[in-house]
């Protein structure tokens, strides 16, 4: 499937060069945005005026534009529409309180790429970068993973062709057969692991969600120290508890 517009709107890309400039920098003057995207100083003022006037910009008291809260107020209206996100919450909510020490995300995979709708820290868990709405790459992550292990290959290979294989850290997988091997390996065991693939020194264990037909919803995963986690104990303690609530997702969602 390609999803590439035959003509694109220039002026779409124009604004969506502007506001990842301004979201990577957290506010920027037009000078420096126009030099940064390459764009006459004029031009990108009129995009900034007319952003600022629709609300998806302010500008501050040191007269730099920044990304307004507008965006928060759209994204919790489209996660809020996702039926998974209101079934599988409070599940969560309570995965996050009984694994303290770890951090419970819900994921989906929109475009080719996971997207995190949910994500819970549970009370002692360590500082993690990583938010609701971030999107990530598959296959370095124990929840993309777990999704593709459920994907027919035609569309495994669609999303590796449309994304590539980038490293994050020295771990990741890059290489195509290397990755299919770990997907067969995902379908027998029912689990995935990120071992510090993503993040270095942080170890993941995920699962899908699937609807009653078997249809692939999204995946929940514990994410936690790489020192913890190695431990057998803890790591079947954490597995019990994630296939347990994946599993009670799944029957509140038919049910619903």
């Known amino acids: 499937m390609d999803d590439e517009a035959n003509r694109p709107i220039k002026a779409l890309l124009t604004m969506d060069d502007i506001m990842t400039a301004l979201e990577s920098a957290g506010e920027s003057n037009v000078t420096t945005l126009a030099e940064e995207i390459d764009r006459p100083r004029s031009v990108v003022h009129d995009y900034l005026s007319t952003l600022r006037q629709l609300g998806y910009v302010i500008q501050n008291d040191r007269g730099a534009y920044e990304l307004s809260l507008r965006y928060m107020e759209l994204g919790g209206r489209v996660r809020d529409n996702v039926a998974l996100y209101n079934v599988a919450k409070p599940e969560v909510n309570r995965l996050a309180e009984q694994s303290s020490s770890e951090l419970v995300t819900l ?5 080719g790429l996971c997207v995190a709708l949910d994500v819970v820290q549970g009370e002692q868990s360590i500082s ?5 709405g971030t999107h990530f790459h598959m296959h370095s992550s124990a929840v993309g993973k777990a999704i593709l292990a459920e994907y027919p290959a035609e569309r495994v ?16 997988i890059t290489d195509r057969d290397e990755l299919k091997d770990e997907l067969e390996e995902i379908r027998k065991n029912g689990v995935s692991f990120d071992r510090e693939e993503y993040r270095t020194g942080m170890t ?5 969600i699937e609807d009653s037909t078997g249809t692939v919803l ?4 514990v994410t936690g120290p790489v020192q ?4 057998s104990d803890v790591e079947e303690e954490l597995r019990n508890k994630l296939l347990s ?3 009670i997702i799944e029957l509140n969602y038919s049910a619903r």
């Open 228 to 231: 913890r986690l190695q431990e």
């Open 218 to 221: 999204g995946g929940l995963s």
């Open 128 to 132: 993690y970068d990583f938010t609701d």
């Open 157 to 172: 290979t669609e999303i590796l062709d449309r994304h590539g294989m980038p490293a994050r850290t020295e771990n990741t």
């Open 204 to 208: 993941t264990i995920s699962t899908v």
């Open 245 to 247: 609530t994946t599993n």
């Open 107 to 111: 994921s989906v995979e929109q475009n």
